[in-house]
């Protein structure tokens, strides 16, 4: 679906999504045959994916307000664990809002990343990390200018994304707390013996 809040641009934003051509001014009647008439791409969903949307769209409130639960969630049983210092949780400041897109913790390296997504792998739970940043991509590499960017590579590096989704149930959800915890439990102890060694 995409939306337009911008009047000029709704004429041009059809014919990408109808290939490029004119199709949907020619079955309006605007024209008496359609051709191609810009760039564009075949963006049109399925019928069955455009059943699904709308109807995820007529409940959009309940999916919106249990995803936001389960971040919340999430949120107030790890939080003990930023705390301590283990992990870090997002930081929402006073005048955003959280719409529970997605929930991620972040790990203090890329081992210790590693490490959590084996776990939870282990405990039947898929968490993965998230992207690779532009700078490192395949595609952006050679144009990059050579900057370090710390942050990027740290959030690439830490960043596990935790399983969230409508149909996660409380269970399964109190599971992948749980799971968590013990690892943190576990793997800063195991921290801790080796820095005192």
């Known amino acids: 679906m995409l939306v337009i809040n911008d009047q ?9 999504r109808e290939k490029g051509t004119n199709r949907s001014a020619f079955f ?5 045959k359609y051709n191609w008439v810009d760039i564009g791409s075949s963006f049109l969903p399925s019928e069955i994916t455009a059943a699904f949307l ?3 769209l007529e409940n959009i409130d309940d999916i919106q307000n249990k995803r936001k639960r389960i971040w919340q969630t999430y949120y107030k049983y790890l939080k003990p664990l930023e705390e ?11 005048f955003a809002t959280n719409n529970g897109h997605l929930f991620y913790v972040l790990c203090n390296s890329i081992k210790s990343r590693d490490l959590l ?5 282990q405990n039947s739970i898929l968490a993965v990390f998230h992207y690779l940043p532009l700078h490192r991509s395949p595609f952006y590499f050679s144009r990059h200018d050579g900057r ?4 990027a590579d740290m959030y690439s590096d830490c960043l596990v ?22 690892f943190c439990e576990s793997h800063a102890k195991a921290e801790a013996n080796i820095c005192n060694s």
């Open 117 to 121: 997504i084996n776990h939870l792998m």
């Open 28 to 32: 309006r009647g605007e024209v008496d």
């Open 84 to 94: 301590e210092g283990i992990i870090g949780l997002s930081y929402i400041p006073s």
């Open 54 to 56: 709308f109807a995820q």
């Open 8 to 16: 000029t641009l709704i004429n041009r934003a059809e014919i990408i």
């Open 161 to 182: 994304r935790l399983p969230l989704f409508y149909e996660l149930n409380e269970s399964d959800l109190q599971k992948i707390i749980q799971t968590i915890k013990v």
């Open 148 to 151: 370090e960017l710390s942050f």
